[in-house]
């Protein structure tokens, strides 16, 4: 990904796995002092690497205190983490069910000294939608952001659009408007729920993967730029096969490069809660996860929205709780299996 120190994908931006998924893709016992890019020298041809949770989840987020827009059915979903100007954590995370206009939705933040700790501490709500600039009232949705060229760059859904925010510090943003004033980059269409960025960069272009359902069947889109910008025209890289081709059928797209394995892992959800499913893909493209196809299909997961974070040569996951309440971390580590 960015080799910047402080890209997100370095410094940490992400979505989760549990322990019993990771079971679940014939996890063994977790070593110590596992190396997080292990060898590839002595893996079989018909093996694959998959992730595995190595050790225990700790909370760093709850469900927070919203003043007055706060409701008791109220959820923390989709979720960014990344590291601050300052060496700090930050993780923004959309609150759903909540008391505010509309679709219910906003950005609440919380701050912690170090990727480790647990209970980060609650910083407030740190942004509503803004009809005025376009975005539909109570629609914002999974924020991501990406360090580059020593700016922040914040991308996240208005329940239509993909929308910008860019940051000095990584802490503040200011929405980034287009001449007519808008904040959207660019859409699905109308009715098409355009949302959950994410940005990998790939030598000098950068992959924005989403997800959107037109016509009500869902698929994982990625647009490509060089200047974070200007977009390509979206591309269908993952739909249908056994994650199904419902409208929620692609969320929360999240790709790992794995740059031993010269492979894409693809994490892509198909339910959230107790019954979470996520389904994993592992492709040498990443523009072809597999179109009712699903021959790069590695596992499914008891999990939802997994997001991968590398920082100081290891890796972690993040996830959102089973039951909804908040986000865990984990560290990460990979096994051999056969392929699903």
């Not at 200047?227 to 025209?233: A, I, N």
Request: proline share 6%; aromatic share 10%; hydrophobic share 40%.
């Amino acid at each position: 990904m960015n080799p910047s120190r402080r890209n997100l994908t370095r410094r940490a931006v992400l979505r989760s796995l549990t322990a019993a998924a990771l079971g679940s893709l014939g996890s063994p016992r977790a070593g110590a002092g596992a190396a997080p890019f292990p060898s590839l020298a002595a893996a079989h041809a018909n093996e694959v690497l998959v992730p595995a949770v190595d050790g225990a989840w700790w909370r760093v987020a709850g469900n927070p205190d919203l003043g007055p827009l706060t409701h008791a059915q109220q959820q923390p979903v989709d979720f960014g983490i990344w590291e601050a100007a300052d060496g700090t954590w930050q993780l923004w995370s959309c609150i759903r069910f909540t008391r505010a206009p509309g679709k219910t939705r906003l950005f609440h933040r919380w701050q912690g000294d170090r990727l480790t700790d647990g209970d980060w501490r609650p910083m407030g709500i740190a942004m509503q939608a803004d009809p005025r600039v376009g975005e539909t009232a109570g629609g914002l949705q999974a924020p991501f952001v990406l360090e580059a060229g020593g700016t922040y760059h914040m991308f996240y859904g208005d329940w239509e659009h993909v929308c910008l925010a860019l940051s000095v510090d990584g802490k503040a943003f200011t929405r980034r408007l287009d001449d007519n004033g808008k904040s959207g980059l660019f859409s699905n269409g109308a009715g098409a729920n355009t949302r959950d960025p994410m940005v990998l960069r790939i030598g000098d272009t950068y992959h924005c993967y989403t997800t959107a359902h037109p016509g009500l069947k869902g698929a994982v889109y990625c647009r490509t730029s060089r200047d974070l910008r200007r977009w390509s025209e979206a591309r269908v890289v993952a739909a249908g096969g056994a994650a199904g081709a419902g409208p929620v059928a692609a969320e929360c797209p999240f790709v790992y490069r794995h740059k031993e394995a010269e492979r894409y892992y693809l994490f892509r959800t198909q339910q959230y809660g107790r019954n979470a499913r996520t389904s994993v893909y592992c492709s040498p493209d990443p523009l072809d996860f597999g179109v009712n196809d699903d021959r790069y299909l590695v596992g499914t997961l008891p999990l939802a929205a997994p997001e991968v974070i590398e920082h100081d040569d290891a890796l972690y996951l993040a996830a959102l709780t089973p039951g909804l309440d908040g986000v865990r971390l984990s560290r990460l580590r990979w096994t051999r299996r056969s392929p699903a």
